[in-house]
């Protein structure tokens, strides 16, 4: 019998149960087809495959009426009070997904400069490359010099030994990811891959799934005027199962005038950078070596008894999830790193 997966709530510290989509299917399927059948393991993650589930479950019509539209988003657990769209013009799952939501007022943001805030609604855990840290975890979830790419020299040496948060997303979730930090983009480059699903059970399966999924990474200048002071920071989108595409689209203001991302721009903290286009899917944010400091309730939660996870770090220890909001403080520069 496939265990149960559980979070924390971090606005009440309570233990929740995650509704797994498809559980049992996806890890039928990939564990079949990588045990036994490597090209049909091949031809599951393939984009073409992903696209075709992403049609298949977020482009059927799901009612025009309000009273459809409300019972689906019930049944994910969507507030659709939080939407900028009318709740009848999200009448497919697709839109339902993309949704835009009023996060000037929904999400409110800690507006000290040293703060590092959440990138997206999602699951957090976080750990170091440094070996000597008490939460190097970073082998169950993906190979360092992969996820950065082998052929970035100057980024691995940048973040060597640093630290890392991950965030997970579910399907449920409001899609849009945020910039985490305030910023120059110094480098922004795609990673061709596979299309794993970041289901729980699939990540502990499977090795290193993050680092082998396609990916697109943006480096900033956070030690720039206006900026966070944090140093260089990654932040890593990854593509999953059923994400037909990752869209650049950063807004200096709401959702207005998006732009695609280039070198030099200056991205401004909590503002919207990019969209998972659909399905559930990850971000991860690397941070050089000294320069950030989690905030303590998600440290001390990765370890909590109480709490039934599918992760864990070596040797079979527990690592809980901590669900956190887009544009939450998630970590703060350390002092030394500001002056």
Known sequence: MMRKHQYIERTTSRVKTETLYHDSIVNLIYSQALENTPFLFKTLTSSRFSKFLGFLNYDMLIGSSISGVRKFADSLGVDLSESLDTPE????????FERKIRYWETRPMHLDQAVIVSPADAKILAGSFCTSSVIFI?????????LL?????RWLSAFADGDFA????TPEKYHYNHSPVSGEVVD???IEGSFL???????MSLAMPFSKNRRVVTILDTDVEGGTRAGLVAMIEVAALMIGDIVQCYSEERYD????LTPGMFLRKGQPKSLFRPGSSTDILIFQKGKITFSADIMKNMYRPDVQTRFAEGFGRPLAETEVAVRSRIATVNERSIL
């Open 197 to 203: 699903p970041c289901n729980p059970g699939v990540v």
């Open 257 to 260: 005038e998006p732009q695609l």
């Open 166 to 169: 991950i965030f997970r997303l």
């Open 89 to 96: 013009s999200l009448n497919t799952a697709r839109k339902m």
């Open 138 to 146: 970073k082998e169950k979830f993906f190979c360092y010099e992969e």
């Open 149 to 153: 790419g082998k052929d970035k020299p």
């Open 188 to 190: 922004i480059y795609e």
